[in-house]
């Protein structure tokens, strides 16, 4: 069955720069889209970022939206969210998801993300 696997996350400066990845073990021919989401002590799973991976569109939440980058490889074996300027706020465990529903479009709802990695630590410092 398919799998993925997040990397990259760790500790960074409040205004470094920090790229996550997730690499699938292979790309389902039934995916709509691709996203990133996170989740800090006390609070829920938000979904930050999404990608489709028909029409290559993207959606970023207002609390990343011009910080965060989503982006793919030509493959569609691997996601990226390249984190420009992380704030303190931004310290969370972060997982990426893949979604067979064409309801995943526009703003990435959990239920709807079928396949799941097991997160990756970010922790922003000021």
């Known amino acids: 069955q398919v799998q993925l696997k997040e990397s990259g996350g760790g500790s960074v400066q409040a205004g470094g720069s920090l790229r996550l990845s997730c690499a699938a073990s292979e790309y389902t021919l039934s995916w709509y889209c691709m996203g990133w989401f996170r989740q800090a002590p006390g609070k829920g799973r938000e979904g930050i970022a999404a990608?489709?991976?028909?029409?290559?569109?993207?959606y970023y939440a207002d609390s990343v939206k011009g910080r965060f980058t989503i982006s793919r490889d030509s493959a569609k074996t691997t996601l990226y969210l390249q984190m420009n300027n992380p704030k303190p706020e931004d310290t969370a465990m972060y997982y990426c998801a893949a979604a067979d529903t064409p309801y995943c479009y526009g703003h990435p709802f959990p239920h709807d993300y079928n396949y799941w990695g097991r997160g990756t630590q970010v922790t922003v410092s000021s």
């Open positions: 990608i489709s991976m028909v029409h290559e569109s993207e």
